[in-house]
């Protein structure tokens, strides 16, 4: 069965800091990950995903997020955060053969002024 | 222009009434979603049709009936709404079903809120 683990509910980090935000997936076969942010009162927005080769994913806003086949792990990252970076994040997965898309259970991303 | 839009943003209704919210895509995606994100955030996938056809119906009351009239439009209609129906309600849409790669594009959200 497929599954994705955010193990942190929120993070809080100080604006101009490095952040991580992280994700471990399990799955049968290929993995294709994608990463979401949803600000308050708003949709889910499509921040990056992994495919296939490089395992360093650049994405939307600054993000980018570094697929471990070993770990099985696909944490977002940003060299240096904003304060208008503070939303939810969710991480999902899906592979081959399947339909649906498994989303964690989000992290609550705060950056601190 | 809006990709995926719901109607309406926000239903407030009393128990036991009969409700729609309604879904529209601009993107040409033969894929459509309803996901339910209750009040602790979490996304649970309840409906995906595919065409206008259903490909997946998740553990969801039979209160709860999607209908797909073409590829753009996906509806949710529950009926005798209960109070743990409160929630906000995502549609979203993919290019094809059975390509894992795609991106998924959530629309708004609709919050119903249940008295």
């Known amino acids: 069965a497929q599954s994705v683990a955010q193990p942190e509910d929120q993070v809080n980090v100080a604006e101009g800091n490095p952040l991580t935000v992280k994700c471990t997936y399990s799955?049968?076969?290929?993995?294709?990950l994608f990463w979401y942010v949803q600000y308050p009162n708003r949709g889910l927005q499509f921040l990056l995903k992994y495919i296939t080769g490089d395992n360093l994913v650049k994405g939307s806003y600054g993000f980018e997020a570094e697929f471990n086949k070993s770990q099985t792990s696909f944490h977002l990252k940003k060299p240096s955060a904003l304060v208008s970076d503070s939303a939810l994040y969710f991480c999902a997965v899906r592979s081959s053969g399947t339909y649906k898309y498994i989303f964690g259970t989000g992290t609550r991303l705060k950056v601190l002024a | 222009d809006t990709a995926v839009s719901q109607t309406p943003k926000y239903l407030v209704t009393q128990m036991g009434n009969d409700k729609s919210i309604k879904c529209e895509q601009n993107l040409g995606h033969d894929t459509m979603y309803w996901y339910k994100q209750d009040s602790k955030k979490f996304l649970k996938i309840m409906f995906s049709y595919n065409n206008k056809e259903l490909i997946i119906n998740e553990t969801v009351p039979n209160r709860f009936s999607p209908k797909s009239p073409d590829k753009a439009h996906l509806n949710l209609h529950i009926n005798s709404l209960e109070l743990g129906d409160s929630a906000v309600y995502f549609c979203?849409?993919?290019?094809?079903?059975?390509?894992?790669?795609?991106?998924?594009?959530f629309g708004p959200g609709t919050r119903l809120t249940v008295l």
């Open positions: 979203a849409s993919s290019p094809q079903q059975d390509r894992p790669t795609d991106t998924q594009y």
């Open positions: 799955v049968s076969g290929n993995p294709y």
